[in-house]
């Protein structure tokens, strides 16, 4: 019987795709990702960062998106110039005029401090590490993430055209709350970040672009801060970024 040209395409498309689900299946391990692997890139490429400092200043603010995410998360974007403060792997100061008021905002470890003019309050933030503050709060990937995070794995993707590792992160006191980080696989620049509920449902992301190499360490120059809906809340622009220029401990106290 002589075959059709048509059967004959058939069954060339049918081996093709036989051979692509074979060539998958035996694939050799060792060309994936793991997460060690990327451990290790990052711990060498962040091993000199000790400490960053930047002004801040708030390009957009809706109030109403900034909401969606909780009920007190925009009081941050009332200010609309700030100074950073952050000393590797748990210091964390940011400084503000209200008016005539300073405002000063300090995490060290687990405790935290706000003072406001006269007004001063310390809280123990030992059992609520979600509060605590590391270098993903100023934009950056370093070996300390398995510090303050469980990593429990990564795959790779493209995001907008840039191949990147994803990292699945979760906090200890609520594991069922997954996190997610797009980490660029050329310079390891944060890209993106997520904070799901419970349920996957989105519930804040963080869009990092403009970045500039400072002293051998890539920092964002601008944030961007979409609600659970996909709406921008607000815009944060990041300029006078020194890297490692000696930053004490007595800052934060």
């Known amino acids: 019987?002589?075959?059709?040209?048509?059967?004959?395409?058939?069954?060339?498309?049918?081996?093709?795709?036989?051979?692509?689900?074979?060539?998958?299946?035996?694939?050799?391990?060792?060309?994936?990702?793991?997460?060690a692997e990327v451990r290790s890139r990052i711990q060498q490429a962040t091993a000199g960062f000790r400490d960053l400092r930047m002004d801040v200043e708030i390009a957009f603010a809706n109030q109403r998106e900034l909401a969606v995410?909780?009920?007190?998360?925009?009081?941050?974007?009332?200010?609309?110039?700030?100074?950073?403060?952050?000393?590797?792997?748990?210091?964390?100061?940011?400084?503000?005029?209200?008016?005539?008021?300073?405002?000063?905002?300090i995490v060290t470890g687990d405790i935290k401090r706000v003072k406001a003019g006269l007004i001063k309050k310390t809280d123990d933030?030992?059992?609520?590490?979600?509060?605590?503050?590391?270098?993903?709060?100023?934009?950056?990937?370093?070996?300390?993430?398995?510090?303050?995070?469980?990593?429990?794995?990564?795959?790779?993707?493209?995001?907008?055209g840039v191949p990147c590792y994803v990292l699945t992160l979760s906090l200890a006191n609520s594991p069922q709350k997954k996190q997610y980080i797009w980490v660029d696989t050329k310079d390891l620049r944060?890209?993106?970040?997520?904070?799901?509920?419970?349920?996957?449902?989105?519930?804040?992301?963080?869009?990092?672009?403009?970045?500039?190499?400072?002293n051998g360490i890539w920092v964002p120059g601008e944030q961007r801060v979409f609600n659970g809906n996909g709406r921008l809340g607000g815009t944060s622009v990041y300029s006078n970024i020194r890297i490692n220029s000696g930053v004490s401990d007595n800052e934060f106290r």
Do not use: C
């Open 190 to 214: 944060l890209l993106r970040r997520e904070k799901r509920e419970a349920d996957g449902s989105l519930r804040v992301r963080y869009v990092y672009s403009k970045h500039r190499n400072v």
């Open 69 to 105: 995410i909780g009920r007190d998360y925009g009081r941050a974007y009332e200010f609309k110039n700030s100074q950073l403060v952050f000393k590797n792997p748990d210091k964390f100061k940011m400084t503000a005029r209200a008016g005539l008021v300073n405002v000063t905002y």
């Open 1 to 35: 019987m002589t075959m059709t040209l048509n059967s004959v395409l058939r069954k060339t498309i049918l081996i093709l795709a036989l051979g692509a689900l074979v060539k998958q299946a035996t694939a050799d391990p060792a060309d994936a990702v793991t997460l």
């Open 125 to 160: 933030i030992g059992d609520e590490p979600h509060k605590k503050q590391n270098a993903l709060d100023v934009g950056l990937v370093t070996g300390s993430l398995w510090q303050f995070f469980n990593v429990e794995g990564v795959r790779t993707e493209t995001l907008d």
